[in-house]
Nanobody
Framework: QVQLVESGGGLVQAGDSLRLSCAAS????????VGWFRQAPGKEREFVAA????????YYADAVKGRFTISRDFAKNTVYLQMNSLKPEDTAVYYC?????????????????????WGQGTQVTVSS
């Protein structure tokens, strides 16, 4: 059974950068997509970015496009989320998740129910 562990969160100032990591222990059999979601206090969980593990195709929410970059490292079985030009509204708990996507579709990649394995989350706080 694959497990996901996020790391790299912290407290930063607006304009700073952070890199989150999502390390998978065990081979993610049957899963070809990894996504990042976030949830701020009092708000619903929202999609941030996703990557197809095999092809490397990436998908981003409009709110982070141009500022965040998702990537993967085969050797380390790890997916990264590089976050630049952080804003106070990026403050949230960030979760990574793994799932299976049958075909390329932003809607499928950005839907939380696509993913059946979730990490425990890492807090990102951006001060103004």
């Amino acid at each position: 059974q694959v497990q996901l562990v996020e790391s790299g969160g912290g407290l930063v100032q607006a304009g700073d950068s952070l890199r989150l990591s999502c390390a998978a222990s065990g081979r993610p059999v049957g899963r070809n997509a990894v996504g990042w979601f976030r949830q701020a206090p009092g708000k619903e969980r929202e999609f941030v970015a996703a990557i197809n593990w095999n092809s490397g195709s990436t998908y981003y929410a409009d709110a982070v496009k141009g500022r965040f970059t998702i990537s993967r490292d085969f050797a380390k079985n790890t997916v990264y989320l590089q976050m630049n030009s952080l804003k106070p509204e990026d403050t949230a708990v960030y979760y990574c998740a793994a799932g299976f996507v049958p075909f390329s579709s932003y809607r499928i990649y950005s839907t939380a129910t696509t993913y059946n394995t979730w990490g425990q989350g890492t807090q990102v706080t951006v001060s103004s």
